[in-house]
C-alpha cells in the first residue's frame, strides 16, 4: 500500500467528516450546498483511493507470482499544448502495449537511449502492471491499453 493511497483515504475520510460536521461546528450559517460539495468531494476521494489500492495490490500479486516477461520498449514524451507526459511503448509476446508511465529521470534518460529491452510483469488477465529496466522498477500509471498497431 502506497503512501499515495493513505494519504487520499484520511484526506478523503476528513473532507467527508468536515462536510457532514460543519454545521454542527458552526451553526446553520453554513449553506448546504457547501456541506455537500465537502461530503461529495471526500466521498470521490475515497473512492480514488480504493481504486488505487487495487491497482497496487494487483500491482504486488503479479511481482510476487509471476516471473517478469523481458520485453522490446521505447520510452516517448509526449505534448499536448498543456500538459507533458510520458509513455512506453511496449512489444509483449508478439502484442503492443501503449503504458503511461511516471515522469522520472530515469524515463527521460531513456528517452534519448531508443529502443532497448524490459522487464514487464503481467497480472493474471494479461495486462501490463509492473515495468523495469536494470533492475530499477519504473511507476506504471493507470490503464496501460494495447496499440492499434504492433
Known amino acids: 500500500m502506497s503512501f499515495s493511497t493513505v494519504f487520499l483515504f484520511v484526506l478523503g475520510v476528513a473532507m467527508l467528516a468536515l462536510g457532514l460536521g460543519i454545521n454542527l461546528v458552526a451553526g446553520d450559517e453554513v449553506p448546504i450546498l457547501v456541506c455537500l460539495l465537502a461530503a461529495g468531494f471526500g466521498a470521490y476521494l475515497i473512492g ?6 487495487r491497482l497496487d495490490e494487483r500491482r504486488a500479486r503479479a511481482r510476487e507470482s509471476s516471473t517478469p516477461v523481458t520485453a522490446a520498449c521505447e520510452f516517448e514524451r509526449v505534448f499536448d499544448g498543456d500538459t ?3 509513455m512506453a511503448r511496449l512489444t509483449v509476446r508478439g502484442e503492443a502495449w501503449q503504458v503511461p508511465v511516471g515522469g522520472s529521470r530515469k524515463v527521460r534518460h531513456l528517452i534519448k537511449e531508443g529502443r532497448q529491452s524490459c522487464q514487464v510483469w503481467l497480472d493474471e488477465e494479461g495486462r501490463v502492471v509492473s515495468l523495469a529496466h536494470d533492475g530499477a522498477e519504473l511507476r506504471v500509471l493507470p490503464f496501460p491499453r494495447k496499440a492499434n498497431d504492433a
Do not use: G
Request: aromatic share 34%.
Open 48 to 53: 480514488t483511493s480504493y481504486f488505487s489500492l
Open 84 to 86: 507533458v507526459s510520458y
